[in-house]
């Protein structure tokens, strides 16, 4: 049996005062699943996960985690709440080593820092490989794996992802799209934003559609993908058509 | 030349600790912090405060420390002075910069740091007067170390080399062997990511300031042993620690260090080419030089 894990109540939130991007969007995501959120450019997906991230700020409505209000927190209490968030781009500290980004973000640890870094280790194995290089040198698909481990370091139950497999080669977007897919059969709630529509909705859950910094449609991901009418209007048909 | 050299090397160490903290400034909070030199004026005019009294309430103090005209008091002076310029940093920040940060542009805070240095300047010249002071009155004679070429050098200035290259050293394992350090250098690189990854803003800031201000309050206290103390020390120094900030890269730490130390040789060597006179014109050129060849500096890096 599922329940929700996040729930967004009526959220207003823009970056300049008196011009929302997102107008009274609700939304839920439920504990061990994967939710997308898609929508054509503009739609306000980014600001969406920005705003439950605490990096945009509301004027209206709340965010709800595991019972307890987080809306306005500062960014730097999500892990504090087990909200972790990945951003898009620039998701990594590129002049640091990949064990000093780890370290970084297992610095709240404590005494489990060394078995949780190891653990992280286990699950990424080219990370471990490549401990002491520049993260910056790392690839697309690495970078983000990285990134996901950063996130992963707090013990999160609930993951933010930005379009991960942004930028990425086919073949890297596959596999950090499965990598949320695994966390969430192992408990972990995902939320991601996607432009990957195809790839995402087979991967997911549940899918909700924002055009407009508005709620659209909603429903589960294999009832969206197969819709034709959503398949026009949100998804472009021939994508939906080809898959 | 070997002369020319020698001293460059002992002012870019100067220089070094200085940029040290203004590189930090100006990539965390984006603004060009033309007040940040003032900072060794208020360094160096604190350890000469704390140096009087000291040699008036302990004279037991007043020692000379091995061959440098240093005494016990001095070290002591100079430890205090970097925990008051320190806390000055802070407290400018609190009182002025955070106050314009809030409500005004990356442009307002650049013309509010000229109006901080302006204050600060005359604020020391009403205090302490517009005239040199020295932490000491005894002539300390150089040693030579070569005849052939010629080359002198003072205790006092190989002292202060070392401990600059020391505190860099101290800085260098923090930044890369702590957490704190990688937070710092996190902060510095991307401040948004850093705040998502449990960083708080507020505390990093804080402490840029405070290591910043504490950093130059030590290049103060060494450019006064070595040269003499005057109000006119942010006014002389500002644009050399700009140029060492730019050449390393804005951001970049270590590019401070290295910046510090190509500007300082730089306008020491063409001292050996030009008139005296044309030397200040050196930072100027080599700001000039880096911003149409290497925008971003040696280490720094393309920002959004």
């Known amino acids: 049996m599922v329940d929700a894990a996040l729930k967004v109540e009526g959220v207003t939130a823009g970056y300049v005062p008196d011009l929302p991007i997102l107008k009274e969007v609700t939304l839920t995501a439920q504990r061990g699943q994967v939710t997308v959120i898609i929508g054509p450019n503009g739609a306000g997906k980014s600001t969406l996960i920005k705003a439950i991230a605490g990096l945009v700020s509301l004027s209206a409505g709340r965010i709800i985690h595991e019972g307890a209000d987080i809306s306005g927190i500062r960014p730097d209490q999500l892990a504090g709440h087990g909200v972790s968030y990945v951003p898009q781009m620039d998701n990594i500290f590129r002049t640091l080593t990949i064990r000093q980004n780890l370290d970084l973000a297992l610095r709240s640890a404590g005494a489990e820092a060394a078995s949780r870094l190891d653990e992280l280790y286990a699950r990424f194995p080219p990370l471990a490989e490549k401990r002491n290089e520049k993260a910056g040198a790392l690839s697309g698909g690495q970078r983000q794996f990285l990134a996901v481990a950063m996130a992963l370091a707090s013990k999160p139950s609930l993951i933010l992802m930005d379009e991960p497999s942004a930028g990425l080669s086919p073949k890297a977007a596959q596999e950090v799209l499965e990598c949320a897919r695994g966390l969430a059969e192992q408990g972990v709630t995902i939320l991601l934003v996607e432009q990957n529509v195809n790839q995402a909705l087979r991967l997911s859950d549940y899918c909700f559609i924002l055009a407009e910094g508005c709620n659209q449609v909603e429903g589960p991901a294999a009832d969206l993908m ?10 472009g048909a021939k994508r939906v058509k080809s898959a | 030349m070997i002369q020319n050299l020698t001293d460059g090397i002992l002012v870019g160490s100067i220089l070094s600790l200085g940029a040290i903290g203004l590189t930090m400034v100006m990539h965390m909070l984006r603004f060009a912090n033309f007040s940040h030199a003032e900072l060794l004026s208020i360094g160096a005019y604190s350890a000469l405060v704390f140096d009087a009294v000291f040699a008036a309430i302990l004279p037991v103090l007043t020692a000379k420390i091995g061959p440098l005209s240093m005494t016990w008091a001095l070290a002591l002076s100079m430890i205090l002075a970097v925990g008051t310029t320190a806390i000055s940093a802070l407290l400018i920040d609190r009182l002025i910069f955070r106050r314009v940060r809030d409500k005004g542009s990356e442009l307002s805070m650049v013309f509010a740091s000229f109006g901080v240095a302006m204050i600060i300047r005359n604020a020391m010249g009403l205090i ?64 948004a990511l850093a705040q998502v990854n449990g960083i708080r803003l507020s505390h990093m800031i804080m402490l840029v300031w405070l290591v910043g201000g504490g950093l130059a309050a030590i290049a103060g206290v060494f450019y006064g042993l070595t040269n003499q103390i005057s109000p006119m020390i942010g006014r002389d120094l500002v644009l050399p620690i700009f140029a060492a900030t730019i050449v390393g890269g804005i951001g970049s730490i270590y590019g401070a260090v290295l910046g510090g130390f190509i500007v300082g040789i730089a306008a020491n060597m063409a001292l050996a080419i030009l008139p005296s006179g044309y030397s200040p014109s050196v930072p100027f050129l080599i700001i000039l030089a880096v911003l149409l060849i290497r925008p971003n500096g040696l280490f720094g890096e393309e920002r959004a």
Do not use: C
């Open chain 2, 128 to 191: 302490f007067g517009l005239g040199t002071n020295l932490y000491s009155k005894d002539i300390v004679f150089a040693v030579v170390l070569s005849r052939d070429p010629l080359l002198l050098i003072k205790p006092d200035q190989v002292f202060a080399l070392v401990a600059a290259l020391a505190i860099m050293l101290v800085l260098h394992l923090i930044l890369s062997r702590t957490t704190l350090g990688y937070a710092l250098r996190a902060v510095a690189e991307n401040p």
């Open chain 1, 226 to 235: 197969n819709d034709p009418v959503v398949g026009e209007i949100y998804l």
